[in-house]
């Protein structure tokens, strides 16, 4: 009866390591996220830490977007202006 508990916590610390594992704010934060509701929830696979990741990917989603259309967005307008 242990077991499944014991690799639904060993997936989301997976997920949180690989999180952790990149150097940037962005990365740093969202791991502390996710690992502030594992704690909370005891290293149980519930529907608050679900819901931390996915909002958690959401959000990095979204900055990741909107960075990408403003370089985009810079891009253009110097070659633009260069015409």
Avoid at 71 to 79: A, P, S
Wanted: proline share 1%.
């Amino acid at each position: 009866m242990n077991e499944p508990n014991t690799r639904s916590k060993a997936v989301v610390e997976a997920t949180n390591y690989l999180i952790n594992r990149q150097k940037t704010r962005t990365g740093q934060v969202a791991g502390a996220v996710v690992g502030k509701v594992l704690d909370q929830e005891g290293g149980k696979l519930t529907g608050r830490v679900v819901v931390a990741i996915l909002v958690v990917l959401a959000v990095v989603g979204i900055a990741f977007v909107a960075y990408r259309l403003l370089v985009l967005d810079l891009i253009l307008t110097v070659i633009r202006e260069q015409n």
